[in-house]
């Protein structure tokens, strides 16, 4: 079945330090591809998407760029600041009929320090 | 701009009770959703709701659960005998165009 990696957690940076996320993805077909961000204390937010093959999904200062012959999506960002300190969901759409579902990865915290 | 909303953020309930999550989604979109999140695992799928009926639902999605839209607002979970393993983040989520769903703040539950 379809299935989301990311890398493992936590991640600690100091501010305006170069961020990389990776994930990577398992699916049949071309599957829709996002990064949901989680602040503490809130539910999930779409941070950025891309639905085919080499489009860039960007917002924010963060960028991640769909690679089809790679499978993967990693979100990167050149300046962190200690405002990104939150939980990051690798996620791909898998349409059905009628509706689709989300499968999520395993989440990465991220935290920044001062 | 609009938002999903959820109620209550939080409930506490004793196992063998039944619990009533709700989620008031975008008021445009059609296609909605329930989904968990046990503390420090993933984000799991449970079930999927379009036209006044499930379109999809996961092996946890079992007897116990059930879902509704009572009127032209609302969107419930319904479980109907807790265990203590349902104690999760339950988060709503809708979409207008089955490409970005959009998901509220979550309920934590815990079942004693």
């Known amino acids: 079945g379809n299935s989301v990696t990311q890398m493992e957690g936590p991640v600690t940076l100091s501010e305006e330090a170069f961020l990389t996320i990776n994930c990577t993805y398992t699916?049949?077909?071309?599957?829709?591809l996002f990064w949901y961000v989680q602040y503490p204390g809130e539910g999930l937010q779409l941070l950025l998407k891309a639905t085919k093959a080499d489009d860039k999904g960007s917002n924010k200062g963060f960028e991640a760029t769909y690679r089809k012959e790679t499978t993967s999506f990693h979100l990167e960002k050149g300046s962190v600041q200690v405002s990104d300190s939150a939980v990051y969901f690798c996620a791909l759409s898998d349409k059905r009929q009628g509706a689709q579902k989300l499968v999520f990865g395993q989440g990465t915290r991220l935290t920044i320090n001062p | 701009e609009p938002e999903v909303t959820q109620t209550p953020s939080h409930q506490v309930t004793q196992m063998g009770q039944e619990v009533i999550l709700r989620c008031v989604p975008i008021?445009?979109?059609?296609?909605f959703y329930w989904y968990r999140q046990i503390l420090g695992q993933k984000v799991e799928f449970l079930v999927s709701?379009?036209?006044?009926?499930?379109?999809?639902k996961s092996e946890i999605f079992d007897d116990q659960f059930s879902v509704e839209r009572p009127d032209g607002s609302n969107f419930t979970l319904k479980i109907r005998s807790t265990k203590l393993e349902d104690s999760a983040m339950y988060f709503c989520a809708s979409t207008y165009d089955q490409e970005t769903q959009y998901f509220g703040p979550g309920t934590r539950l815990l079942v004693l």
């Open positions: 699916a049949t077909g071309y599957p829709s």
């Open positions: 008021s445009n979109h059609l296609y």
């Open positions: 709701f379009y036209n006044n009926e499930i379109s999809e």
